[in-house]
């Protein structure tokens, strides 16, 4: 039951292509969870490791709306950040959180399970509703008989049934930016507007990657950037927030770019230093050796965070970290300009799709 009345508002484009990139991610988790560990810097890294990648299953789970796997990806995070604060652990400390992995890893199959028995039930309904009597008949002996003339039409039907996926992907993916931003800038008291341009550009081997960056971003940007009502029109801006994304190939198709601008109340590079002292991040020497510039990327070290509280959409310091490793892992660049009051600017740029689908594969 849980699992149906989970699936009933979920977009089906967008629930398929969630349940397969999670499949993709509980294949790593558990090789994480398996990996032995025997020193200290070993088992941080096997913490972070986990808590990036149930991040962004828990990301796409509240853009397409499937609560029950935010939930339980949600309670999943709460243990690791509670062996995240130990200062010893063994590979003892980590089965409790095979039981919980376990119970996200069945509730999704009882998803897909659930998804498979609809879709067979709507096609059976189709066809019992379509059928009619001596429709079987003709079918395997219509028309002349000649199956070479049938051919083409179905490899047009198959042609443009891809396309129709594609395309709702495309707009499926504009969709769940639109829906994840409403759904935190509500719980914030905030409005927001996203606008996507380029979006059918991003090649079929960024997808996954692209789509985790775009959910961090605009939790960030709608957490920490985008100002209530209240502060904005005080500010002289809008009453809602805007959130810019564009895609776009470069250098003559052979590479990729993606930007995202928000028009909050931007980076202040004095409190980030604070935040990073005060978190154990840096020393306060090193913190004042910091450019302002150098300041501003330390939102991607794992662990920092300037919310004051732990919700479901911030206070991790697991976000930006995720966009960090993604950008580390195929082989991208990160660009950051903020201007205090008034936005925050990412550009991420990747290299050339061949090297990016050969680096996801390995």
């Given at each position: 039951?849980?699992?149906?009345?989970?699936?009933?508002?979920?977009?089906?484009?967008?629930?398929?292509s969630?349940?397969?990139?999670?499949?993709v991610a509980?294949?790593?988790?558990?090789?994480?969870?398996?990996?032995?560990?025997?020193d200290?810097?070993?088992?941080?890294?096997?913490?972070?490791?986990?808590?990036?990648?149930?991040?962004s299953?828990?990301?796409?789970?509240?853009a397409?709306?499937?609560g029950?796997?935010?939930?339980?990806?949600?309670a999943l995070?709460?243990?690791?950040?509670?062996?995240?604060e130990?200062?010893?652990?063994?590979?003892?400390?980590?089965?409790?959180l095979?039981?919980?992995?376990?119970?996200?890893?069945?509730?999704?199959?009882?998803v897909?399970?659930?998804?498979?028995?609809?879709?067979s039930f709507?096609?059976?309904?189709?066809?019992?509703?379509?059928a009619?009597?001596?429709a079987?008949?003709?079918?395997?002996?219509?028309?002349?008989?000649?199956?070479?003339?049938?051919?083409?039409?179905?490899?047009?039907?198959?042609?443009?049934?891809?396309?129709?996926?594609?395309?709702?992907?495309r707009?499926?993916?504009?969709?769940?930016?639109q829906?994840?931003?409403?759904?935190i800038a509500?719980?914030?008291?905030?409005?927001?507007?996203?606008?996507?341009?380029?979006?059918?550009?991003?090649?079929?081997?960024?997808?996954?990657?692209?789509?985790?960056?775009?959910?961090q971003?605009?939790?960030?940007?709608?957490?920490?950037?985008?100002?209530?009502?209240?502060?904005?029109?005080?500010?002289?801006?809008s009453?809602?927030g805007?959130?810019?994304?564009n895609?776009?190939?470069?250098?003559?198709?052979?590479?990729?770019?993606?930007?995202?601008e928000?028009?909050?109340?931007?980076?202040?590079?004095?409190?980030?230093?604070?935040?990073?002292?005060?978190?154990g991040?840096?020393s306060?020497?090193?913190?004042?050796?910091?450019?302002?510039?150098?300041?501003?990327?330390?939102?991607?070290?794992?662990?920092?965070?300037?919310?004051?509280d732990?919700?479901?959409d911030?206070?991790?310091?697991?976000?930006?970290?995720?966009?960090?490793e993604?950008?580390?892992?195929?082989g991208?660049?990160?660009?950051?300009?903020?201007?205090i009051?008034?936005n925050m600017?990412?550009?991420?740029?990747?290299?050339?799709?061949?090297?990016a689908?050969?680096?996801?594969?390995a």
């Amino acid at each position: 039951m849980d699992a149906f009345l989970s699936i009933l508002h979920v977009d089906p484009n967008q629930l398929s292509s969630f349940l397969d990139d999670s499949d993709v991610a509980f294949k790593m988790i558990n090789a994480t969870l398996r990996d032995p560990a025997r020193d200290s810097a070993t088992f941080r890294r096997k913490i972070d490791g986990l808590f990036r990648q149930i991040h962004s299953i828990k990301g796409e789970a509240a853009a397409i709306g499937l609560g029950s796997m935010e939930s339980r990806s949600h309670a999943l995070e709460s243990d690791l950040a509670a062996l995240r604060e130990r200062t010893d652990l063994t590979g003892d400390d980590f089965l409790p959180l095979l039981t919980k992995f376990d119970d996200l890893v069945s509730h999704s199959q009882s998803v897909r399970d659930m998804v498979t028995k609809l879709a067979s039930f709507r096609e059976s309904f189709g066809a019992a509703k379509g059928a009619a009597p001596g429709a079987g008949a003709r079918a395997s002996s219509g028309g002349t008989g000649d199956s070479t003339t049938r051919a083409p039409k179905l490899t047009d039907d198959a042609a443009a049934a891809e396309a129709t996926l594609q395309r709702s992907a495309r707009e499926g993916f504009v969709a769940s930016a639109q829906q994840l931003a409403d759904r935190i800038a509500q719980e914030q008291g905030k409005k927001v507007v996203v606008t996507c341009r380029g979006h059918d550009q991003v090649p079929e081997a960024y997808r996954r990657p692209v789509k985790d960056v775009l959910i961090q971003l605009i939790r960030n940007a709608v957490v920490h950037g985008i100002e209530t009502p209240g502060e904005r029109q005080s500010q002289g801006k809008s009453s809602e927030g805007h959130i810019r994304i564009n895609f776009e190939m470069t250098d003559g198709g052979r590479a990729f770019r993606m930007q995202c601008e928000d028009d909050g109340r931007g980076l202040t590079p004095d409190k980030l230093r604070k935040t990073a002292v005060a978190k154990g991040i840096i020393s306060q020497s090193d913190a004042t050796a910091l450019s302002d510039q150098e300041a501003m990327m330390l939102v991607f070290r794992s662990g920092f965070s300037t919310a004051k509280d732990v919700t479901k959409d911030a206070g991790r310091g697991v976000g930006m970290d995720v966009i960090a490793e993604i950008a580390a892992r195929l082989g991208g660049r990160i660009s950051l300009n903020s201007e205090i009051g008034k936005n925050m600017k990412l550009s991420l740029s990747f290299p050339a799709e061949q090297k990016a689908a050969g680096t996801v594969a390995a």
